[in-house]
């Protein structure tokens, strides 16, 4: 199903790994973009933060699905312990972001970032299928990932994620 070229992996007819971290990386070039990996993309927009990008592809008859995860860390002055899940409902017109804790330090900080909308709105932007953000004695991390789904044309892929029932 797949062969191994000297630059990447290459999936017969279909799909180039690393094709998404491409256009990714052409779309930030102001930014310094490092590739680890034919799968893995670094972008260093400030000295301290680093976002990690990784693409995994899975194969189906006609079509694939390219998923993208997108994590970045950094560190606060404040020592504490959380967890929180950014759960979505509603359609891609009308997206509504929720989040959730169960630790006491998750909930207040859920109560912190509701007072600035924008982080919402701009949660409300993304299609993503998980989200969350760790918080470890100062240091944070927060993660999602997307999905894409290209079906196979005998002469063109085309992109299916972004369209609606309209």
Known sequence: MFTKNSQSTVFQGTYQAGLTLNRLERDLQPYHCERTGPDELL????????ICINERVKILFMAFIVYTRFSVSGTINQPLNAEIQVKTRGSLRKKQIRFFSKQKDGCKLI??????????????????????????????????????VFQINKTKWLHLSNKSNA
């Open 43 to 50: 972008i260093k927009p400030e000295g301290q933060l680093t």
């Open 111 to 148: 109560e912190q970032l509701e007072q600035y909308p924008v982080i919402r709105q701009s949660l409300e932007e993304l299609d993503f299928r998980s989200c969350s953000l760790q918080i470890k004695e100062g240091i944070w991390s927060s993660s999602y990932i997307t999905k894409e």
